[in-house]
């Protein structure tokens, strides 16, 4: 096998040959596999693993292939984990270390990555570095459209991608990343910009493009010309590869490849295996032996005729934008309707990766029923050459092939050659229409391909095709309803009748895999009326005499969302001009390991090299909900080769069961993913193999609680009521001119951090010591959950955290459950133990944020003034308490946000139920409990007729006050976030433009919102913090302190803090992990503190030694750092120390419900604009302003990135982001599948932020802690697509309020913008034939 791999140690090589030859490795085994696999990973730790499905970009490699017909070399990304090493024969593979590395040389892509400050965890970056860098090799000045294509397969869930994008677009030949769009001057000409209104010199420049190495293509290493011999050799052969249970054959041409057909039909043919892959992977399909013809010549051709084009079944997906690119270019637009179609859905399939894996051919015979090309292909009459040794044959691509009937299938030992897709006609048309949860790179929702032809010159339909994707097991014809339409001229009772006829003929049952019945049901006609309307138009451009056109408001109907590439301000505070040069505070500071991110040099725990004699774990989780363990019966399981102990409540020598966390079920199992047990064996497939060997008996218990409302209904409560009071609610309900009652609903949220929770935990011979290294927020926790499980003395256990591939609230408590039983398995066994979770299991084990049910009763006058309030919150809290009683008292006391409310009451409890524990998450339920505040604003806004803008503005805190519970602040900068807000986005002017946009358009509506937000930093019990600093006598300075980094840019700002105390350049000072040895007793790294408290002690510690060398320095005030060092050293000064800093003081009473429960708050406001498709339920956010008072930033481009990424996790919370589970309790989002965070393409096209100065004396340099409030700003997004929704109803008469819940999914959009097909499919309720 050949294989060229940069960077590839000769070891790798050696292992993979070992593989060939049948030692262990199969042939199968993908590129990116297992991540517990490091050797076959080539002890290369760049190509991360995060979801092993393909579906975020977090493996991303380049592959180049030569082609001897065209004699040229052809890049493309590919996501390694769905790779089988055995297709890359012959090919070159670019990992990120090939590009560059801090070693030798970083690429630009890696360094203008880094500088742009698009990496924050890092997770992601080699991933972003490799699709970016794999553009330019074949576009070496792209477009800003070719940047934001080439990244929409790479998920992060950090940097909201505006910075990624940004450093992407340094390489588009027109400068494109001008920050001061709209401004008329370009930022590069002006250093800073003052506010008119306050004079305060602001600054737009997070980072200096001077800076860049320039850009060379001509440098990039050759393409391997060993593979170019290789692949013009004529005398290629067969290649082999036998594994231990299954073989590879690669043939050598067309013959060959239908002679291995034949004498194994039932192999599948692995071209992209982007089908095969997950099915092997997921559903464990197993199959003995696979025929990869990729690269075979004969499947790789295009064939353009008069009447149409035959495509190649060897294309790419990815080839076959292109080829179609080119016909369109070259053909008569008539003749090119279903190319287009095509190429539309092509944009948005899945991302580039798995575009440029996945075949034409493995597409069509995949029949995928969530299919975007196969309903066009049979729309557009395409048709399929088959080869055998038989011969060749045709069969067309049409419903009966698509439903997979037998009788149209191919046969086992044929191939499919090539798909002919025939030209269109003048009086033909042919569309392709979708939608899907997440613009690109999700599967669709419903989906179709349609196609009508006319009686020449006549609106008389002639031929009539519709085909539906994601309706049911497979593509599905409406052949019945084309049928008995042919014949009918095309309007509007034929639209009538034929939608009545589709609703007959498609039937989803009420309890199909995928839920959203309803929603699918209207989607099929709402698709289908879309082609009506475009055909009707289409048949007035052809003859507008003849053929009336479209009502002007219903044109917006025709266009799905454009892709747009985002842009935007930054605007943040200059540095004073009188700071010294070398004090770093203040400046945008590259994150600390930015560099290392993009090279794939940092290390996470999984990138570290193998110990000797580790064992893998593999868990074995709970079935059911509520339930009696019978039996557990590990034997078959333990009979595995490999296997070396299965570990379960048994086996814990200390609590099984510590403050009511249970770390193996005992006797009865509380939820779904409830560990039982797990499975220690040689490697990470030998130990998931035997956990599905594991028997356990079950006895389902009573009650079985999955909802809030059933936890209401047994009075099931994790703790006690949380409440706070201010005036008298009752009494003031008497007095109020109107009152409302009402609910929300917001649904959980997944944390869906890149990497995965990972754990190394290794026993040492003595004195019962554990090393553990791991991903976490908070050292403590981890040491005293292992402690207990242990029963051993904390000083035992020896913590280590380097960095987090992020975490967002879900490493706190879950890795200390975690560690607890990896620590049990390693002291089980004696051996080191490698605990990754799978995404799959991750999801289901560790849950998120906790949903909400809120019930408000409001009293209020009609000039919008409220006067009374009564709130309710319960959460679903999950099995166990976690953090759900801290996360309800958090949700209490910020219920009241930014609004005065003389007489306010809220109350709260989190509920028990039968789902796995939810946690803490950025915010900790802010974001929740605040929609239910702006959720009645915006009904007692609807009450008064005025807007929601105005009822906010009336009922905000105007003055120094006292909050609900009686803790006094001034909310100025609140104000001035608002007023500005409001001024800077020019919000009255695009709200009537709104609604200018929203009279002449009846499909498509646009909606604005604007949202203040007073938040709180803050966790009273944990914020304290310490740090200890050594200098050595060269001068260098080593830091710890007790934060984790986790992306949030810490470690970068302690290394200013540091910088500036010792008055030393940053690249004296160093920084290398947090663990329980140096820095004991950790709190978290939480509540938005880190910075704060952690640069404190630094300071303190910095500030003790800068005081112990002052008499040095004094007496040698010229001297160098160096030199007084020595000095100090001679003279025997303690050049090491550590600091302390005890926290901010913060009390509540919860008797009484008041107290100054939080050092200081955080002010800002948001506001977005949306556009929503009534039809469909898509919407595209236009534009996004944030005012955020920052105070001081000690570094912008850390602080608005943190505001970037939590707007952006804030606004997927709100809109696309959907946990499902069934009515048991069984989670059905298990992975990037089938749960959406967003992706570059829902980001705000037009994104600004604005750091507010202001002062905060308390905080360290009188900064503010910037980590989450941002997320709550994302639900402008909501609450603009309530106000397009509101537009929408207003328009078909309904009533003005509607019930508010979140996400506002494209279901929930659809669903509400009632219409005539929402009603019909209310009406056409019927029994399956
Ligand atoms: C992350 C991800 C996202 C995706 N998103 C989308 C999406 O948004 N929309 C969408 O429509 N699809 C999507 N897909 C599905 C994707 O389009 C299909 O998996 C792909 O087209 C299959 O092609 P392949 O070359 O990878 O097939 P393979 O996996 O290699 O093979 C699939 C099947 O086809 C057979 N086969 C392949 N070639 C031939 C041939 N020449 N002759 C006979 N049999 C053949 C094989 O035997 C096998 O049974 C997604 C897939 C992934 C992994
Ligand atoms: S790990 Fe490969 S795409 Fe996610
Ligand atoms: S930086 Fe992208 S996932 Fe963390």
């Known amino acids: 096998m050949r294989l060229c791999l940069k960077k590839a140690s000769l070891t790798c090589l050696s292992g993979l040959r070992r593989g060939n030859r049948g030692s262990g490795v199969p042939p199968t085994l993908n590129l990116c596999r297992e991540s517990q696999l490091p050797t076959l990973r080539f002890h290369l730790t760049g190509t991360k693993y995060s979801c092993g499905s393909g579906g975020c970009g977090a493996c991303t490699v380049m592959v180049s292939r030569y082609d001897p017909k065209t004699k040229k070399i052809h890049h493309y990304p590919v996501t390694a984990c769905l790779v089988p090493i055995c297709s890359l024969h012959g090919a070159a593979v670019t990992t990120v270390e090939g590009v560059g590395s801090i070693k030798t040389r970083i690429h630009p892509v890696q360094e203008r990555l880094a500088k742009c400050h698009g990496t924050q965890c890092g997770f992601c970056s080699p991933g972003m570095v490799m699709s970016i860098y794999t553009l330019l090799r074949n576009h070496p000045e792209p477009t800003p ?39 008329g001057k370009c930022c590069m000409d002006q250093e800073e910009k003052s506010f008119t209104s306050r004079q305060e010199k602001m600054c737009t420049k997070l980072y200096n493009e001077d800076e860049f190495q320039p850009f060379d293509p001509t440098q990039e290493p050759i393409f391997p010309p060993e593979l170019i011999r290789m692949a013009e050799d004529p005398n290629k052969r067969r290649l082999t590869f036998r594994g231990k249970r299954t073989t590879w054959i690669t043939p050598v041409n067309l013959n060959d490849l239908l002679e291995l057909k034949t004498s194994f039909p039932e192999a599948p043919i692995i071209m992209g295996n982007t089908a095969v892959g997950p099915s092997i992977k997921f559903r464990d399909e197993f199959h003995p032996v696979f025929i990869s013809p990729l690269g075979l010549q004969e499947l790789y051709f295009v064939d353009s005729t008069d009447d149409g084009v035959t495509i190649g079944a060897g294309y790419s997906l990815a080839q076959l934008n292109d080829a179609l690119h080119f016909i369109v270019s070259e053909q008569p637009k008539e003749k090119t309707k279903t190319y287009h179609a095509l190429l539309k859905h092509l944009r948005t399939l899945a991302g580039a990766q798995i575009r440029n894996m996945a075949t034409l051919g493995g597409h069509v015979v995949s029949r995928p029923n969530y299919s975007d090309l196969n309903p066009i292909l049979a729309a557009g009459n395409a048709t399929i050459n ?143 009326f879309k082609f009506y309307l475009k055909v009707r138009r289409g048949l007035n451009k052809m003859d507008p005499h003849k053929f009336p056109d479209i009502p002007e408001k219903f044109v917006s109907a025709l266009e799905d969302f454009p892709i747009e590439t985002p842009q935007g301000i930054q605007m943040f505070q200059c540095v004073d001009p009188h700071q010294p040069p070398q004090d770093p505070v203040g400046h945008p500071v590259m994150h600390q390991s930015a560099i290392k991110h993009t090279t794939g040099e940092a290390v996470f725990v999984d990138d570290m090299p193998p110990i000797s004699q580790e064992l893998f774990l593999a868990v074995v989780t709970s079935t059911r909900a509520h339930a009696k363990i ?39 199992v509380i939820c779904v993913g409830q560990i039982v047990c797990t499975v220690a064996a040689d490697t990470y497939a030998h130990a998931k193999e035997a956990a599905k060997k594991v028997r356990i008996v079950y006895e389902d218990l009573e009650p079985r609680i999955i909802t809030i409302e059933q936890a209401l209904e047994h009075n099931s409560f994790l703790s006690a009521e949380k409440k706070i009071e201010q005036g008298d609610v009752e009494q003031a309900f008497k007095y109020v001119d109107q009152i409302i009652e009402g609910k929300v609903h917001v649904e959980g949220q997944e944390h869906f951090y890149m990497e995965t929770q990972t754990i190394l935990a ?159 998450f950025r915010g900790f339920g802010f974001p929740q409990g605040i929609v239910v505040g702006e959720a009645y604003i915006t009904a007692v806004a609807s009450q008064c007729d005025l807007t929601p803008e105005q009822v906010k503005e009336i009922n905000m805190y105007k003055r120094t006050s006292r909050t609900a519970h009686k803790q006094t602040f001034n909310p100025e900068p609140l104000r001035r976030c608002w007023k500005e807000c409001l001024e800077k986005s020019s919000f009255s002017a695009r709200k009537l433009a709104a609604e200018e946009f929203n009279k002449k358009n009846y499909w498509k509506k646009r909606g604005l ?81 880190g910075a704060d408290i952690n640069g404190k002690a630094v300071q303190n510690a910095c500030q003790i030694l800068k005081a112990r060398l002052e008499p040095v320095i004094r007496k040698n005030p010229r001297g160098t750092w160096e030199v007084w060092i020595s000095e100090a050293y001679k003279e025997s000064i303690s050049l090491s120390t550590t600091g302390y800093f005890k926290g901010y003081q913060t009390n509540m009473d919860w008797k009484k419900g008041e107290g100054n429960a939080f050092p200081y708050f955080v002010y800002g406001a948001s506001c977005s604009e949306v556009e929503v498709d009534c039809l469909t339920g898509a919407h595209k956010l236009l534009r996004t302003d944030i005012f955020m008072d920052a105070a001081f930033s000690i570094n912008p481009a850390v602080d608005i990135g943190q505001i970037e990424g939590a707007f952006v996790q804030g606004m997927g919370f709100y809109t696309i982001e959907e946990l499902k589970y069934s009515p048991e309790g069984v989670l059905y989002s298990r992975g990037p599948d089938d749960y959406k965070i967003p992706t570059v393409t829902e980001i705000p096209e037009e994104f600004n932020v604005t750091l507010v100065h202001s002062q905060n004396p308390i905080a360290i340099y009188s900064s503010k802690g910037l980590g989450e409030a941002g997320m709550f700003l994302g639900s402008s997004v909501l609450f603009a697509i309530y106000d397009a929704m509101a537009a929408a109803r207003r328009e078909r008469g309904l009533t003005k309020t509607f019930t508010l819940s979140s996400p506002a999914t494209p279901e929930l959009i659809r669903m509400t913008c009632v219409d005539q097909f929402t009603d019909m499919v209310r009406l056409v309720r019927r029994a399956p034939c």
């Open 630 to 668: 019978i039996l557990i019966d590990t034997s078959a399981a333990l009979a595995l080769p490999g296997v070396v102990d299965v570990i379960t409540a048994e086996d814990v020598p200390g609590d099984n069961s510590y403050q009511g966390e249970i770390f193996y079920a005992q006797n009865e």
């Open 386 to 528: 088959l080869i055998s040794k038989e011969g060749k044959r045709q069969i067309p691509l049409d419903g009966r092939f698509l439903e997979k009937s037998p009788e149209a299938n191919l046969k086992s030992e044929e191939t499919v050659l090539s798909v002919y897709i025939p030209h269109s006609t003048q009086w033909h048309f042919v569309s392709g229409l979708r939608i899907a949860q997440r613009q690109e790179n999700a599967f669709a929702i419903v989906n179709a391909g349609m196609s009508v032809k006319f009686e020449d010159g006549t609106d008389t339909i002639k031929e009539l095709q519709m085909f539906y994707g994601s309706v049911g097991p497979t593509v599905v014809s409406a052949s019945k309803t084309c049928q008995q339409l042919i014949g009918r001229k095309w309007n509007d009772q034929m639209l009538s009748d034929a939608c009545r006829l589709v609703l007959d003929e498609i039937y989803i049952p009420p309890d199909a895999e995928g839920g959203m019945v309803e929603y699918r049901r209207t989607l099929i006609i709402s698709l289908l």
């Open 762 to 920: 290794i026993p040492q011979e003595e004195d019962k010591e554990m090393v553990c290294t791991y991903v976490t927020l908070g050292t403590y926790l981890f040491q005293e959950y292992v402690a207990a499980a242990l029963n051993i003395p904390r000083n035992r256990i020896a913590c280590h955290t380097k960095r987090a591939g992020g975490a967002f609230g879900g490493k706190v408590s879950k890795p200390a459950l975690l560690g607890a039983v990896s620590a049990v398995a390693a002291k089980k066994t004696g051996r080191p133990i490698r605990f990754i979770l799978e995404r799959g299991d991750d999801m289901l084990i560790t849950a998120g944020r906790h949903p909400l049910l809120g019930k408000y009763k409001i009293g209020f006058m009609n000039n919008g003034v409220i006067k009374a309030a009564d709130i309710e919150y319960y959460i679903n809290g999950g099995c166990s308490p976690d953090e759900s009683e801290l996360v309800m008292e958090f949700m209490v006391l910020r219920s009241e946000n930014a609004y005065y409310i003389p007489n306010f009451r809220c109350r709260g409890r989190p509920c028990k139920t039968n789902l796995p524990s939810n946690t803490a």
């Open 145 to 183: 459209e070719q940047i934001t294509e080439a990244l929409g397969g790479n998920l992060c869930r950090c940097t909201g991608y505006r910075p990624i994008v940004e450093s992407g677009k340094t390489f588009c030949a027109e400068s494109t990343v001008c920050q001061m769009k709209g401004s």
């Open 1009 to 1089: 919102a604007a949202v203040p937000m007073k938040f709180t930093v803050g966790i009273d019990y944990c914020s304290m913090a310490a740090a200890l600093v050594h200098i050595y006598l060269d001068g260098s300075v080593l830091v710890s302190h007790s934060g984790c980094e986790l992306g949030q840019g810490l470690h970068t700002k302690m290394i200013q803090v540091a910088s500036r105390e010792l008055n030393i350049p940053e690249s004296y000072i160093h920084l290398s992990e947090t663990n329980t040895t140096t820095v004991s007793n950790a709190t978290f790294t939480a509540g938005s503190m």
